[in-house]
């Protein structure tokens, strides 16, 4: 299939995985780790236009458009409730995992993991081999000290205490992006600008 410009495939499940909504049997995940995503993103009416949400308004255009053109069904994890279950989907598709963190940590994204949508297919498709557990591998597992609230004690995540962190001034997660995430070696390897990482701060914040 033909990944909508400045998505990545990230995962692909079918019936044989999990049970997928009626009439699907096979969904492809989406993800924002394409080179191109923060120009064409940036560029897009929603990031532009002042209102709110840019990102999930772009991201049900972009892939509501491709799945129309292959003749697919659209699904967006901001869709609800009821919500569809994104992290299970993830997780059924052999390419996430649960972190020590509690957070969902894909095989090539690490903890900058996220998911924009997914297309769903009444044919059934190959599914990516399922991957190892990248955490199994990682000795340090500097993602259980990276927070400086200790907002992940226990893999129990503290909404609350991280919110509350990032409401004081110049706070570095705020402006840089969640020491956490970005402590994961797997993490590190791309090469996000901090325009990027400080709106998905932001965004999460508000």
């Not at 495939?9 to 909504?21: C, D, E, M, N």
């Not at 509690?102 to 994204?109: I, K, T």
């Not at 340090?140 to 200790?150: R, Y």
């Amino acid at each position: 299939m033909t990944e909508p410009r400045g998505l990545i495939i990230t995962g692909i499940l079918t019936q044989a995985h999990i049970k997928l909504p009626e009439g699907i049997n096979s969904l492809v995940l989406l993800s924002p780790y394409d080179p191109e995503f923060w120009d064409v993103f940036t560029a897009s009416s929603e990031f532009q236009d002042g209102k709110p949400h840019p990102m999930d308004r772009w991201s049900r255009r972009v892939i509501t458009q491709c799945s129309k053109q292959m003749g697919g069904t659209a699904f967006f994890p901001f869709d609800g409730p009821p919500f569809h279950p994104f992290q299970d989907w993830a997780k059924a598709s052999g390419q996430a995992f649960t972190s020590p963190i509690g957070l969902l940590v894909h095989s090539s994204a690490g903890l900058l993991i996220s998911y924009r949508g997914a297309i769903g297919f009444t044919e059934e498709m190959e599914a990516i081999s399922p991957a190892e557990n990248p955490c199994d591998s990682c000795n340090e597992k500097p993602c259980l000290n990276a927070c400086p609230v200790e907002a992940f004690s226990d893999g129990v995540y503290n909404v609350t205490a991280c919110k509350t962190d990032l409401e004081k001034p110049h706070n570095h997660c705020l402006q840089t992006g969640c020491a956490a995430r970005l402590a994961c070696p797997i993490s590190q390897a791309f090469d996000y600008n901090p325009e990027r990482l400080s709106f998905h701060m932001q965004d999460f914040r508000s």
